[in-house]
């Protein structure tokens, strides 16, 4: 019988609903040591959260996250709010010794991200960081095969985020659903919101990044401030490339932008070996694109993985439908739930940590630096 684990939400935008869908699912299709339990959900405005709360479950709200984070029947915190939030609620959390799971970036900058490290190493609190990419399953067989060796030594790591929603100069920034404009709430534009994704992955998939050679745009320079009122510099990076090395000699290739009309999400890798490569795009995400060189020469060619294997030899599919029926973006939230649920039950945390997810804020914070100073940066 799974025990109870009380969730305490806080945010109920995007994330507050992707991450509510995931608990709701979960035990559903994974049979699991913890059931999370829908307990509280939290933001300022009482009649939205209420009417948040009763959509999707929840069995009461808070309108000031100190409160849900008093409260002895909550165990676990979910912190789905704008970045310039994570760092107070994660040290609160902590300190009370909840249990904690922050969206990403982890924090603002890297000093930040520490500081909260070292909050939840010293509590002892389970923790994980939604990197949520991950656990889509072609890139966990990505990272399967990777590490059979079936690429052999890797050569080079390309990757792209791409939108195009912020190209008209009349968007404001700030407030509710343009707080990732304004640089006060969000730390940076695409580099923390979109490469973030792109570089946890690429950590994850062929290890550390030691030195960035970066530039940054920010296409349009100022923008009416929703909080004030007034026409504000924006602060942000808008688009943003990085050349990378990889600690393992690869070379990388990252570029992310908000200004590539006509692309709406459009997260894709490729990863080229001595032996062959692999490529994902977010758009077609149940499949893997991979080349074998060691086939048969006549035959030799990309092939394209439906990752819907029921038998266990797809990394989750086996808790889904049947063979050839994909899956979508919200399982991947839903994958990372059970990954957690699995490890706070040992006391453990589910990776990337708070810990990994450093790694990428500091990644982060060497491609701004790199930008803005005009030379190669070192990682850390
Ligand atoms: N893993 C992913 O793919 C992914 C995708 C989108 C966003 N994110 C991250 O999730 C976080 C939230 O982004 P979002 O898109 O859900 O934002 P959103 O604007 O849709 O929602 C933000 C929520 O925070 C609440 N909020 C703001 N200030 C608050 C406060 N002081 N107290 C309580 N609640 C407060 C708002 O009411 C709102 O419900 C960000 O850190 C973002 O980077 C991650």
Redesign the pocket.
């Known amino acids: 019988m799974a025990k109870p684990l009380n969730i305490g939400m806080?945010?109920?935008?995007?994330?507050?609903r992707?991450h509510s869908n995931a608990y709701n699912r979960v035990s559903n299709f994974f049979d699991l040591p913890l059931r999370p339990v829908l307990k509280a959900a939290?933001?300022?405005?009482a009649a939205?959260v209420q009417a948040f709360a009763d959509r999707w479950g929840y069995e009461s709200i808070e309108t000031d996250?100190r409160r849900l984070i008093e409260r002895p029947d909550i165990d676990a915190v979910d912190i789905?709010?704008?970045?310039n939030?994570?760092r107070e609620i994660a040290l609160a959390a902590a300190a009370a010794g909840k249990m904690i799971l922050c969206?990403?970036?982890l924090a603002m900058n890297s000093a930040e991200g520490e500081e909260m490290c070292q909050a939840v190493e010293r509590a002892g609190v389970p923790n994980t960081v939604?990197?949520?990419?991950r656990r889509v399953p072609a890139v966990t067989l990505a990272k399967r095969l990777i590490d059979e060796g079936r690429l052999g030594r890797i050569f080079h790591y390309r990757a792209n985020f791409l939108q195009d929603w912020t190209i008209s100069e009349d968007l404001p920034q700030g407030g509710?659903?343009l707080?990732r404009l304004d640089a006060a709430a969000a730390g940076s534009g695409v580099t923390g919101?979109l490469l973030a994704?792109c570089i946890d992955t690429a950590i994850w998939l062929n290890g550390r990044i030691s030195d960035v050679g970066a530039m940054t745009e920010t296409f349009v320079k100022q923008r009416m401030h929703n909080l004030t009122g007034q026409v504000e510099p924006v602060g942000i990076d808008d688009a943003c490339a990085f050349l990378c090395h990889f600690q393992n000699g690869s070379l990388g290739l990252f570029e992310s932008t908000r200004y590539a009309r006509g692309h709406k999400a459009l997260y894709t890798f490729e990863i080229n070996g001595e032996h062959g490569s692999l490529k994902w795009d977010l758009h077609d995400l149940h499949r893997l694109e991979f080349f074998d060189h060691g086939d048969e020469g006549r035959l030799r060619g990309w092939r394209s993985i439906h990752v819907t294997d029921h038998s266990g030899d797809h990394p989750y599919m086996d808790k889904w439908w049947v063979p050839g029926l994909q899956i979508g973006y919200e399982h991947s939230f839903v994958h990372q739930v059970a990954d957690f649920l699995e490890a706070a039950a040992r006391g453990e945390s589910a990776a990337p940590t708070f810990r990994d997810a450093l790694e990428t804020q500091q990644v982060c914070d060497a491609v701004l630096r790199s930008a803005s100073e005009r030379q190669w940066a070192t990682v850390g």
């Open positions: 806080i945010g109920y935008g995007f994330m507050g992707a939290c933001a300022r405005n939205a996250w789905c709010v704008p970045n939030l994570h969206e990403k970036p939604w990197y949520n990419y509710a659903g707080w919101d994704h």
